[in-house]
Nanobody
Framework: QVQLVESGGGLVQAGGSLRLSCAAS????????MGWFRQAPGKEREVVAAISWSGGITYYAGSVKGRFTISRDNAKNTVYLQMNSLKPEDTADYYC?????????????????WGQGTQVTVSS
């Protein structure tokens, strides 16, 4: 069982930045691909970014490409999501997820463990 704990959410003005962190409680963190998803009120959960076990391969949703950066520190069992140039439409609950596979996934069903989420609100 892997526990994931997100942090770093909050309220920010449009154009601002936030850095989300997700700490994993496993000694084999480096064997998991990781992903960040978000869910806005009334909408389905969607992938934002994903990263392979080594960090060498990343994926970004088109809506965040060029603004968000996913990274990981396997020594700290932590994955990050740096969010720049935030827009009101980025407002959502953000979740990190772990996949028992080296390769990243872009679908919810491909992930095995989920965090509780952290709220991000971007004001206009």
């Amino acid at each position: 069982q892997v526990q994931l704990v997100e942090s770093g959410g909050g309220l920010v003005q449009a154009g601002g930045s936030l850095r989300l962190s997700c700490a994993a409680s496993t000694r084999t963190f480096s064997s998991y691909a990781m992903g960040w998803f978000r869910q806005a009120p009334g909408k389905e959960r969607e992938v934002v970014a994903a990263i392979s076990w080594s960090g060498g391969i990343t994926y970004y949703a088109g809506s965040v490409k060029g603004r968000f950066t996913i990274s990981r520190d396997n020594a700290k069992n932590t994955v990050y999501l740096q969010m720049n140039s935030l827009k009101p439409e980025d407002t959502a609950d953000y979740y990190c997820a772990a996949r028992i596979s080296g390769g990243y996934g872009t679908k919810l069903a491909e992930y095995d463990y989920w965090g509780q989420g952290t709220q991000v609100t971007v004001s206009s």
